[in-house]
C-alpha cells in the first residue's frame, strides 16, 4: 500500500473543468494502474478510468468523451480532467492505485482520503 | 456494465453481534468480488480481494465467501471500530462497478 492525496479546487463552475492532481508518495508511479473513483453524496461509488504508467488508458464510458487521465512521473503524480460539468459531477472525487492480478484480478488496494468538489456558480 | 446489488442497504448491530452483508452481480463475474470498508472523512480500505481473500493487516473476524453472481462479507464479534459503510466492487470487466454501499450502524 501506498500513501495518495488529492490536490485541487474544491469549487468549479458548471461549464468549466474540474482539474485534480494525485500525489503518490513512498513508491514510484512508473509501476501498476492508477485511478480516479468519485462519489456523488448520498450515492455509491464510481469508477471514474485509469492510466497504466506506459500512458494507457481506460474509461468508464458514461464519462469517457469529457474524461482525461494523466501522467507527470517527475513528481510522481498523476491527474484528472472532466471538462464540461455540472450539477451532477459534485462529488468526494478519489484517487487509488489500482493492482492488476491475474489470479486476483483488479482491486483497489490504496486510496486517498477524497476531496469534494462542488459544482455550483 | 455489470450491476452490483447489495443488500441490506443499512443495518444495526451491536457490539460482539456476527452479520453478513451480501452483494449479487447482474452477470457471473467469477470470484472477481472484492469487498471494501469506508469511514466518513477517511480513504476506503480494502477487506476483501478475489471474493475470500483477506488483505494484509485485516483482522480475521473479516470473510469473504461466493462466487459467479452471489458474495457474501461476514464480520464475527463485532468490534466498535467495524460501524462503518462497505461497498463490494466486481473486477471482471470494464467499466468497474460498486454496489451503492451498506451502511452498518449500532
Known amino acids: 500500500q501506498v500513501p495518495l492525496q488529492e490536490s485541487g479546487p474544491g469549487l468549479v463552475k458548471p461549464s468549466e473543468t474540474l482539474s485534480l492532481t494525485c500525489t503518490v508518495s513512498?513508491?514510484?508511479?512508473?509501476?501498476?494502474?492508477w485511478s480516479w473513483i468519485r462519489q456523488p453524496p448520498g450515492k455509491g461509488l464510481e469508477w471514474i478510468g485509469y492510466?497504466?504508467?506506459?500512458?494507457?488508458?481506460n474509461y468508464n464510458p458514461s464519462l469517457k468523451s469529457r474524461v482525461t487521465i494523466s501522467t507527470d512521473p517527475s513528481k510522481n503524480q498523476f491527474s484528472l480532467q472532466l471538462r464540461s460539468v455540472t450539477a451532477a459531477d459534485t462529488a468526494v472525487y478519489h484517487c487509488?492505485?489500482?493492482?492488476?492480478?491475474?489470479?486476483?484480478?483488479?482491486?483497489?488496494?490504496?486510496w486517498g482520503q477524497g476531496t469534494l468538489v462542488t459544482v455550483s456558480s | 456494465d455489470i450491476q452490483m446489488t447489495q443488500s441490506p442497504s443499512s443495518l444495526s448491530a451491536s457490539v460482539g453481534d456476527r452479520v453478513t452483508i451480501t452483494c449479487r452481480a447482474s452477470?457471473?463475474?467469477?470470484?472477481?468480488l472484492n469487498w471494501y470498508q469506508q469511514k466518513p472523512g477517511k480513504a476506503p480500505q480494502l477487506l476483501i480481494y478475489a471474493a475470500s481473500s483477506l488483505q494484509s493487516g485485516v483482522p480475521p473476524r473479516f470473510s469473504g465467501g461466493g462466487s459467479g453472481t452471489d458474495f457474501t462479507l461476514t464480520i464475527t464479534s463485532l468490534q466498535p471500530e467495524d460501524f462503518a459503510t462497505y461497498s463490494c466492487?466486481?473486477?471482471?470487466?470494464?467499466?468497474?462497478?460498486f454496489g451503492q454501499g451498506t451502511r452498518l450502524e449500532i
Open positions: 466492487q466486481q473486477g471482471y470487466s470494464t467499466p468497474i462497478t
Open positions: 492510466i497504466h504508467y506506459s500512458g494507457s488508458t
Open positions: 487509488a492505485r489500482l493492482l492488476r492480478k491475474a489470479a486476483a484480478g483488479p482491486h483497489f488496494d490504496s
Open positions: 513512498g513508491g514510484s508511479i512508473n509501476n501498476d494502474y
Open positions: 452477470q457471473s463475474i467469477n470470484r472477481f
